[in-house]
């Protein structure tokens, strides 16, 4: 264990996200979520959901200010313009803890597309349907390293 590290942020993930730079992009995945198949590196998270892995991600990573958008969902096949709970659940999670960014919809096959140049994807044990998120690494800046190193 370590001081100040969100518990459910094991050595291979607290790796990714270290090792992230500006700009790039990590998948949070549902079980249904294809994701050793993208090409891209997977961090399994079997048997935790989706909402406390976000959380504990946007703990200690900010989102990109300089992009357009820095998170994105997939839409839903049938109704595009539904926003399902879980993706409601995950604006609130980044109004709280990353701030003004909109979760942008992806249509299902671009958010694939979009899932193979991340720099990784988390693939969870959320059952629920829609709970993909895409989210961009912004930067740190020297005001909030903390003091003492």
């Not at 980044?94 to 003004?100: E, H, Q, S």
């Amino acid at each position: 264990m370590l001081r100040g590290i969100h518990p459910l942020l094991g050595p291979e993930l607290l790796h990714a996200l270290r090792t992230m730079g500006h700009g790039d992009e990590i998948v949070i995945a549902d079980a249904n979520f294809p994701a050793s198949t993208l090409g891209c590196p997977v961090i399994r998270a079997d048997g935790v959901k989706a909402e406390p892995l976000v959380e504990a991600i946007l703990t200690h990573m900010p989102l990109d200010t300089f992009a357009p958008a820095s998170a994105f969902r997939m839409a839903m096949v049938e109704t595009p313009e539904e926003v399902p709970p879980i993706c409601a659940s995950f604006q609130t999670i980044i109004d709280r803890l990353a701030g003004p960014f909109v979760v942008a919809p992806l249509e299902r096959f671009a958010f694939y597309e979009r899932s193979r140049k991340a720099a990784y994807v988390v693939a969870t044990g959320e059952l629920q349907l829609y709970a993909n998120l895409i989210l961009k690494k912004g930067v740190v800046t020297p005001s909030e390293f903390e003091p003492g190193w």
